[in-house]
């Protein structure tokens, strides 16, 4: 091979060409690895040095802080979850927009009923002869001050439930409430318990007192039923005679057409003795169980 | 019988003192070889970035697998054959190589005087920027080797080990390591021909 080589320049050159590089590359010095190198090291050591936490510690530790926030959130959560279906479930059983109008334009009607009452209420009162005594002040009382026309000490508190209106699950219209079944009896106050008159309980609507002599008391219940049906009204209950302890009084609930209040006062004024007590201005004002309908407790009193 | 005349090696001691469990042992390894490491991944990827994040790779590994060290190679030996694989494993994960690869442009396209080889007077200041020049064109050609012959190259020829070694490490027959050897030797002459 050296004889081939002193003769055949080509491979000669090509071996001297092959010892350049071999000399060239052994003679690559090493490059100075950089400084960040070494820390990077350290790093990945002090990475895989430390155990990954198991699933429950990075779920519960530490304690002191994560169950408490796991909690309030887990309430917050049950929370929020309540009170969206809570708030879902009325839209489920709401009537659908047309029967929603009819409502509201139900309730603007009675507004306008509102607004029309103030000027008829001050007439009435301008006709009424002045009264005195604790009772009139009591009642002065609840029409400057008190904005519900039945004094809340007056409120019963065994009314019977009456529901202002019924939504129609089928949502096509509101439906009118039903005649809602009163008690058939009031009690009598008892002796242990009596109560003033202004925090006597009543059925609904206004109450009035009817003072008749012991010989016309017979049949003074059909005569005032019979008053009311003939101003458009109903008798609701005919309770028998009670006996109360203190004085021989009855109870019986009228309901009327609301325009039909005054008329009846007056044709119970005919029958007996009305008291001042028992002309109150809210007598007549509609409290019964709506706008259109008046109630009244009417009491018999013998005298 | 210890071959060094019963005086261990500072690899040797190293390695006990890592086993031991001594603080700064595995410092004083890496210190030790990063140079080494660094710049074969450097010239196996011709990417500076890539290889230091390769490198890191190689020495957590050694961190992980040191105690299982059998010393049937020596440190380096082992520590350059991670750093193959690696550096293989990147290699192959590239999406495109001819992308990758780095053109050389002509010498006299960039305007630059022919190279030279380095001479005796190599202690001078323009011989060391000439030898620096010289070392970023010839790392540019490694460069364009196939990465499966570049390997080879760079542990036999630049790192100095011998065919026997080169083999053992790359689990391939000694004939196969010269042949692979010479071809990648052609191909780098051939690639620095017109400035060498």
Known sequence: ?303 | MDPNGGKARPEDLLLQAFRQGKPGAFDAIVLAHQDRVYSFCARMLSDRTEAMDVAQEVFLSAYRNLGGFREEASLSTWLLKIAANRCLNRIRQRSSLAAREVVLPDSAERGEPPFQPPAPEEGRPDRIAENREMARILEKALGRIDPDSRWLLLLSDVEGFTYEEVAAMAGIPVGTVKSRLHRARMALRKILAPVV
């Open chain 1, 1 to 303: 091979m050296h004889a081939h080589l002193q003769d055949c320049l080509r491979c000669r050159a090509a071996k001297e060409g092959l010892e350049e590089t071999l000399m060239l590359l052994r003679g690559l010095p090493p490059a100075d690895a950089p400084p960040e190198l070494l820390d990077g090291i350290r790093r990945g050591i002090a990475r895989e040095e430390t155990p990954a936490a198991p699933l429950w510690k990075r779920l519960f530790l530490p304690a002191h802080i994560k169950i408490p926030l796991e909690a309030a959130a887990a309430v917050l959560l049950f929370l929020l979850v309540y009170n969206a279906q809570k708030e879902e479930a009325p839209k489920i059983i709401a009537p659908p927009p047309s029967a929603r109008m009819e409502a509201s334009s139900t309730a603007e009607a009675g507004k306008k009923m509102e607004a029309a009452e103030p000027a008829e209420k001050k007439a009435r009162k301008a006709a009424l002869p002045p009264q005195s005594g604790p009772r009139r002040e009591a009642a002065s009382q609840d029409h400057a001050g008190l904005q519900s026309p039945q004094p809340a000490s007056q409120a019963p508190p065994a009314l019977p439930a009456v529901p202002a209106q019924l939504a129609s699950t089928a949502g096509e219209k509101i439906e009118p409430p039903p005649a809602v079944a009163l008690p058939q009896k009031m009690e009598p106050p008892s002796a242990a318990g009596k109560l003033s008159r202004v925090a006597r309980p009543v059925a609904s609507g206004g109450e009035v007192t009817i003072q008749v002599a012991g010989e016309n008391r017979p049949g003074m219940e059909e005569r005032i039923a019979a008053a009311a049906m003939r101003l458009g009204g109903s008798p609701q209950a005919m309770p028998e005679r009670t006996v109360a302890p203190e004085a021989e009084t009855d109870t019986m609930i009228v309901h009327l057409p609301a325009e039909s209040a005054k008329p009846f006062l007056a044709e119970l004024s005919k029958m007996g003795t009305l008291p001042a007590e028992g002309l109150h201005g809210w007598n007549d004002l509609p409290a019964g169980l709506s706008r259109e309908v008046v109630a009244y407790t009417v009491r018999i009193r013998v005298r």
